[in-house]
């Protein structure tokens, strides 16, 4: 998930910064780059958030998918999202920030939350995934994965592991963790043991502030942070193979807030829908891409 101003890439991952995916048009790309300007105007997260754009841009073969939104439904401006997952009809949801932490079973239609279990005021909830009839939530700095009964929605153990937790997710075999840094991190789901580790390169630069996780069609999706893109990642080789822009998903949330940012993605396999959201967002979006590729 797409982290708090005090969040860093970690020191010594190898690489460079931010998203880049592939080409835009040039007249359209620099179009948007003077909307960009103007939205962003002040404060360092705007900044950021700029620089990071104008990363995205710098690449000239990989898509970028713009992205339509199907449905925008409701959802509680108060959840600071950072893992999101769809089950059996339902979403779930792990939210942050110390005192306000939660995981949570919420309606799609009308964003209810109709189950929730709040975490200790010390701990900070981070990504969340589905492991058979257990959920795991990755927690930010304690080095805590927590597991919970799906069902009952109370806790029934927990792992250790080293270092931050941002984005998790389930490949079918194995957890799929990130760290903020441009490594994703499979995990045994019954030890938490590493399994492997890939690194995730957009062109031939490590992408760094991989954040919240989602596995779709075979591929590795993941929140950018600061960004509103997503990476298609090749969960074989850590290849980007493209990018979905969702920078008009929610345009008219406030941008120079970095609290603010598009963090959140599920996929309901059966029905083939995408769903996304952003920290302290009111709305929860289906998406589709305009154009399949
Ligand atoms: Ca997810």
Redesign the pocket.
């Known amino acids: 998930m797409a982290k708090r101003n005090k969040k860093r890439p970690q020191a010594g991952a190898a690489v460079v910064a931010a998203p880049a995916p592939s080409a835009v048009p040039a007249g359209k790309a620099a179009a948007k780059s003077k909307a960009g300007l103007a939205m962003f105007g002040v404060g360092f997260a705007g900044l950021l958030a700029l620089a990071a754009y104008f990363f995205i841009f710098q690449d000239k073969d990989l898509p970028i998918h713009k992205v339509e939104v199907v449905r925008r439904l409701p959802h509680d401006s108060e959840a600071y999202t950072q893992?999101?997952?769809f089950h059996d009809g339902f979403l779930y949801e792990s939210t942050g920030k110390y005192g306000r932490s939660s995981v949570r079973k919420v309606e799609v239609d009308t964003g209810k939350v109709v189950q929730q279990y709040k975490l200790n005021p010390q701990l900070f909830g981070e990504g969340?995934a589905l492991w058979q009839n257990k959920l795991i939530q990755l927690t930010w700095k304690a080095g805590k994965a927590l597991v919970y009964d799906l069902k009952e929605m109370k806790p029934a153990g927990e792992f250790e592991y080293e270092g931050d937790g941002w984005g998790l997710?389930c490949d079918g075999k194995h957890l799929i963790f990130s760290n903020g840094t441009d490594r994703l991190v499979f995990y045994d789901p019954e030890t938490f043991k590493e399994v492997r580790r890939i690194k995730v390169q957009n062109q031939d630069k490590g992408l760094l502030d991989l954040n919240?996780?989602?596995y779709v069609r075979g591929e590795i999706w993941a929140n950018v942070w600061k960004s509103d893109f997503i990476a298609r990642i090749n969960p074989k080789n850590g290849q980007v193979l493209g990018w979905l822009d969702c920078s008009r998903v929610h345009p008219n949330r406030r941008k120079d807030v970095i609290d603010n940012v598009l963090n959140?993605?599920?996929w309901d396999q059966k029905q083939d829908r995408i769903y996304v959201t952003g920290k302290l967002w009111p709305y929860l979006f289906e998406i589709k891409i305009a154009k399949q590729y």
């Open positions: 893992g999101l997952l969340l997710t919240e996780l989602e959140g993605i599920a």
